[in-house]
């Protein structure tokens, strides 16, 4: 590798290795390799023997003028509520990672197309990586998207970190009603990589924003192509793909609608409140010390004893098939039930607790266990979070996870919801 002083990361160079030229970005790392970022916005490291950098491009400072945005009185009113996520990011070269560094303002002018569709108001709620998002959080996102919606917006879209939309979404499905539009749209891949979905999220998330729905919903890539986004229930939607364009999808029902991008038209594919449909309200209290519980084969039971002496309120179990754990831990939930809800999900992707079919889940409802039906696992520990902040009554608690509130839990209305006195 030459020596050359004034190379500092975020230069443009160019590599030479075995008589073979690579350009790119060159970016930090904590070994001796050299590391560039390519074009095509890959990552490509050499060793540093028998290689020659030289300098390209210096980085330079970055200077950006916001145009003056002029309101079109024939476009409605759309608000975007940016929280961060990798939507609204891009390399920092300073650690070489994918971090939240756009506000709101910035994502209006990366994608165009939106000034298209809306005249836009962005709001900067919080920067941050999806991970970092907690129950209190939501608690304020609720109540930004209410104000908006109470300002006169004709439709919100916030954005928003992929790897927990759907626990955000859950969280605004329980926590609000709103007679408008609410999506929530994130991409999987940052703004300034040529693969990036942020554009075409962002833009079929718009277009949904400003259609005849009312309600929580998500949107993100349908296929690998560019062609279509879906529309989903805030409450029914699940990553099932850690980098893949298309890691979204409904489960337990079916997409709530299809957004063509080019065409900027939405196509309906089941029965929603329409605009209108219901009074704005809010209801952003929520109890987060709740934990979710994953059961495997020889888990010991004391996990649950642990969260009840941390002063935790609520549980979830995600059982095993129809909503099963082990039968030593019967007992043991039993004493659990006794001082805090305790409800059992499964770690099926599709289908539903039936605890009436074998032994195992007959007797955990005779020990007091709240059937999750096929809510989604992280659904139902949102929903109790959410349901321990508005009652402590066990009863109220015990029928408002076994209510459908936001489209989060099919209700079979041809079977009763018996308790564990009536069972055999």
């Not at 994608?111 to 709001?123: D, F, K, Q």
């Not at 942020?198 to 949904?208: F, K, L, W, Y």
Request: hydrophobic share 40%; charged share 20%.
């Amino acid at each position: 590798m030459s020596k050359i002083e004034d190379i500092q990361h975020g230069d443009h160079v160019k590599v030479v290795k075995d008589g073979e030229e690579f350009f790119g970005v060159l970016m930090p790392n904590a070994t001796t390799d050299v590391i560039i970022k390519l074009k095509s916005g890959y990552n490509v490291g050499f060793a540093p023997e028998g290689l020659h950098v030289t300098l390209v491009k210096k980085r330079g400072p970055v200077t950006a003028v916001r145009p003056s945005r002029s309101i079109r009185p024939e476009l409605p009113r759309l608000s975007i509520i940016s929280t961060g996520g990798t939507i609204a990011s891009k390399i920092d070269y300073r650690t070489g990672a994918v971090t939240s560094q756009f506000d709101a303002e910035d994502i209006i002018d990366a994608i165009p197309s939106l000034a298209e569709i809306a005249n836009i108001e962005g709001v900067m709620l919080y920067n941050i990586l999806s991970e970092n998002m907690q129950p209190k959080l939501w608690s304020e996102l609720a109540l930004c998207v209410y104000n908006q919606v109470r300002a006169g917006a004709y439709g919100v879209l916030v954005t928003h970190g992929t790897d927990t939309l759907g626990y955000s979404a859950a969280a605004l499905s329980f926590m609000l009603q709103v007679p408008v539009p609410v999506m929530l749209v994130g991409s999987q891949r940052s703004a300034d990589r040529p693969s990036s979905d942020n554009v075409v999220n962002a833009t079929c998330a718009a277009v949904a924003a400003t259609s005849d729905l009312a309600g929580v919903f998500t949107v993100m890539h349908e296929d690998a192509s560019d062609d279509t986004c879906l529309v989903h229930l805030g409450t029914r939607t699940k990553k099932l793909h850690t980098s893949r364009r298309d890691a979204f999808r409904s489960v337990n029902a079916d997409p709530v609608a299809r957004v063509k991008f080019q065409e900027r038209s939405l196509q309906f594919l089941s029965d929603q409140i329409g605009r209108g449909g219901c009074e704005l309200s809010v209801h952003p209290k929520i109890e987060p010390k709740c934990a979710l519980i994953k059961f495997f084969p020889g888990a010991n039971h004391d996990i649950m004893n642990f969260y009840l002496t941390q002063g935790y309120k609520g549980l979830v179990i995600e059982g095993t098939g129809l909503g099963h754990v082990m039968s030593e831990w019967v007992p043991h939930v039993k004493e659990i039930t006794e001082v805090i809800p305790v409800v059992m999900t499964s770690q099926c992707v599709y289908g539903a607790v039936c605890d009436r079919v074998y032994d195992t889940g007959r007797d955990l409802l005779k020990a007091g266990i709240i059937e999750g039906g096929d809510m989604l696992s992280e659904t139902a520990l949102v929903k109790l979070m959410w349901v321990l902040g508005q009652t402590s009554d066990r009863e109220e608690i015990r029928k408002l996870m076994r209510t459908n509130i936001a489209g989060e839990i099919t209700v079979d209305e041809s079977r009763t919801w018996e308790t564990f006195e009536e069972l055999p």
